[in-house]
């Protein structure tokens, strides 16, 4: 049996739920892959994969996304843009701003943005990810096809990660009902991808930097482990850019292949 029911999802979407179509998996190997099959046979905008259970969930360059049933949500939406994918660097950034307006709007306070892909949770001044934003995009002559992948923790993942992880559990006294958890992301996601397709990602940049974990904080930018750049965090540009001041220049960095840390 799924967790999720789609007549119970299309109820709680309201007016919204004609932007949306809805598959709840019990497994697939992950979301966004399958989502990925489903757009090249022509599945139309706003599609949406969520499944209970991944058994090869996805992160950045092939990194594996933990998840267990009950105690995360997985899913990926499809959108499709006109222009071309160069257009769409800030996309993750304006995905991450959604997935905190709606966290919050659950009553979440403390939901925080580090660049490029990830939702942190602040604990006592320190971050752990809350939840992974993974955003694939192929572009033909009609446009550009983004596959948004989103996983949240509902409660932290059992098992031993790099990075500290935590799940929404820490921050709200209840856990909402799944279905009003991913009406809500699924609202807030329309929401902020109209903005981001009316004015790019400069029209949720300062909704962005409100919440960025790092602001003015000393970073370092790794790439392939190797250090590439390190200096003061100002956050991300018009475009999504991050910037960061060194001793001689601002360097800004595309989200690419680097790593973003605290120095
Ligand atoms: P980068 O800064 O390069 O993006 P990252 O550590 O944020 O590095 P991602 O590829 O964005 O890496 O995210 C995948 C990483 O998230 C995995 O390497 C793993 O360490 C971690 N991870 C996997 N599952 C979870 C989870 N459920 N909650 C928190 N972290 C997870
Ligand atoms: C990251 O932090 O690197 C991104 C993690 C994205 C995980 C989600 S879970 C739903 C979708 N399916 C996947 O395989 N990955 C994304």
């Known amino acids: 049996m799924t967790l999720i029911d789609p007549a119970l999802l299309k109820i709680r979407l309201g007016a919204l739920a004609g932007r949306f179509d809805v598959d709840a998996l019990a497994e697939c190997d992950s979301t966004s892959s399958e989502l990925l099959r489903r757009a090249e046979r022509g599945a139309p905008a706003g599609t949406v994969v969520v499944a209970d259970r991944q058994h090869a969930g996805r992160g950045r360059r092939g990194r594996q996304w933990l998840s267990a049933p009950g105690d995360s949500l997985t899913f990926s939406c499809l959108w499709r843009f006109t222009g071309p994918a160069t257009q769409l660097a800030g996309l993750s950034l304006a995905v991450g701003v959604a997935v905190s307006e709606a966290l919050e709007g659950l009553g979440a306070r403390r939901v925080r ?35 948004i992948g989103i996983g949240i923790n509902l409660r932290a993942p059992a098992g031993d990660l790099p990075q500290p992880a935590a799940g929404l559990a820490d921050d709200l006294p209840a856990l909402p009902d799944r279905h009003d958890l991913l009406a809500a992301l699924l609202g807030a996601l329309a929401g902020a991808l109209d903005r981001f397709e009316g004015g790019g990602f400069a029209a949720l940049q300062s909704a962005w930097q409100r919440r960025h974990a790092w602001q003015n904080q000393p970073v370092r930018l790794l790439q392939d482990g190797v250090v590439d750049g390190e200096g003061i965090c100002l956050g991300a540009d018009t475009d999504g850019a991050l910037l960061v001041e060194t001793p001689v220049c601002i360097k800004r960095f595309l989200s690419g292949d680097v790593s973003l840390r605290r120095a």
């Open 113 to 147: 943005l580090k660049w490029p892909n990830d939702v942190l949770l602040e604990q006592g001044g320190d971050y752990a990810k809350l939840a992974g934003i993974l955003v694939e995009l192929a572009s033909d002559r009609r446009g550009t096809q983004a596959v």
